[in-house]
Nanobody, 117 residues
Framework: VQLQASGGGLAQAGGSLKVSCAAS????????MGWYRQRPGKSREWVAT??????TNWANDVEGRFTLSIDNARTLNLRMNDLRPSDTAIYYC?????????????WGQGTLVTVSS
């Protein structure tokens, strides 16, 4: 499984950015897909998840500002609106699949999002 992240960049507070994750397998082949981020000086944290059934879950501080969408059954997009400087982080795409009675995580390479005040 390969996950290729793209997008991100620089935005001002209140602005919007999109990050995308292109998967080598169809999204339906995973139990979940989602995004994590690592803020400067912090450990990686969960941002959002979408299940194969289409249910989404959000971290408290992004819910209502970020949205998920899927293109062509292989690309997961994270649209980030009303950005805050605290959203500055490297964003990592994650896919989770059940294999041999255990869950296996796959990660994209990370894409940088910088929000200026």
């Amino acid at each position: 499984v390969q996950l290729q992240a793209s997008g991100g960049g620089l935005a001002q507070a209140g602005g919007s950015l999109k990050v995308s994750c292109a998967a080598s397998d169809t999204i339906l082949s995973f139990r979940t897909m989602g995004w994590y981020r690592q803020r400067p000086g912090k450990s990686r944290e969960w941002v959002a998840t979408i299940t194969a059934d289409g249910f989404t879950n959000w971290a408290n501080d992004v819910e209502g500002r970020f949205t998920l969408s899927i293109d062509n059954a292989r690309t997961l997009n994270l649209r980030m609106n009303d950005l805050r400087p605290s959203d500055t982080a490297i964003y990592y795409c994650n896919a989770r699949r059940a294999q041999n009675d255990r869950m296996v995580d796959y990660w994209g390479q990370g894409t940088l999002v910088t929000v200026s005040s």
